[in-house]
């Protein structure tokens, strides 16, 4: 059966990070937990469903490749043998390189569930049929520790400290990359895990994601 397409909530000339959901997220509906996530990245509050599509946001606030995202991007109309069924897909996002693509976020065990992992497929090749990468992450692939943890920890943290705040972080740690640790960054400075994090999301630092914040953990500026 051929598919047919609902294109919802792109607004001419609407910038894409300013656009209204496809879908309304509603809070009435059983099992589902309204999360208001505040991101830095696009200016304003991005409502999803649930813990992990929070987490998978936080990803993206520190992915450098990532410009803009949003939530419930648009509505498309599908079909198999079952019949048409809708899909909204969870996440659009837009790259600094490249074209926009589709991410969907799943817990493993309900995107293995074979009637779901089918409709599933269904929408990713129709996405890829009009030239639209289509990504399927689960806690599997969002969750892993320690990054999630260390990145939760930081981006609270950084949402409280101006950009203008890193240039005393900046100014201990070598221009060419040479890492520097916690310890010695706390010695020298307050807030220190809140300035860490406002320089990772602003793209000037890079820090150690394979072991958790401690006294060891390395924290170093990007080469320019």
């Known amino acids: ?10 607004g001419r000339g609407v910038p894409k990070s300013k656009q209204l959901p496809a879908r309304r997220i509603s809070r009435g509906r059983p099992g ?23 987490d998978m946001c936080l990803l993206f606030e520190f992915d450098p490749s990532i410009q803009s995202y949003r939530s419930q991007p648009l509505t498309v109309t599908l079909a198999d043998e079952h019949g048409f069924f809708n899909h909204t897909p969870d996440f659009e996002v837009t790259p600094f390189e490249g074209d926009p693509y589709i991410v969907e ?12 992992a089918h ?34 920890n930081l981006y609270g943290r950084a949402r409280a400290v101006p950009l203008d705040d890193i240039a005393a972080l900046l100014a201990l740690l070598p221009k060419d990359g040479s890492t520097v640790s916690l310890q010695t960054i706390a010695s020298h400075l307050p807030n ?33």
């Open 1 to 10: 059966m051929s598919s047919e397409v609902h294109t919802i909530g792109r």
């Open 32 to 54: 589902v937990h309204i999360v208001q996530f505040p991101s830095e990245m696009n200016k304003r509050v991005i409502p999803v469903e649930g813990r992990l599509e929070a």
């Open 105 to 116: 976020v799943k817990p493993s065990a309900r995107a293995n569930q074979p009637f779901r």
């Open 119 to 152: 409709r599933l497929q269904v929408a990713r090749e129709h996405f890829l049929g009009n030239d639209r990468e289509y990504l399927l992450e689960t806690e599997l692939s969002i969750r892993i520790e320690p990054r999630i943890t260390i990145l939760r």
């Open 192 to 224: 220190n895990l809140g300035r860490i994090g406002r320089g990772v999301l602003s793209g000037w630092i890079d820090v150690e994601l394979t072991k958790p914040i401690g006294p060891n953990w390395l924290v170093w500026r990007k080469p320019r």
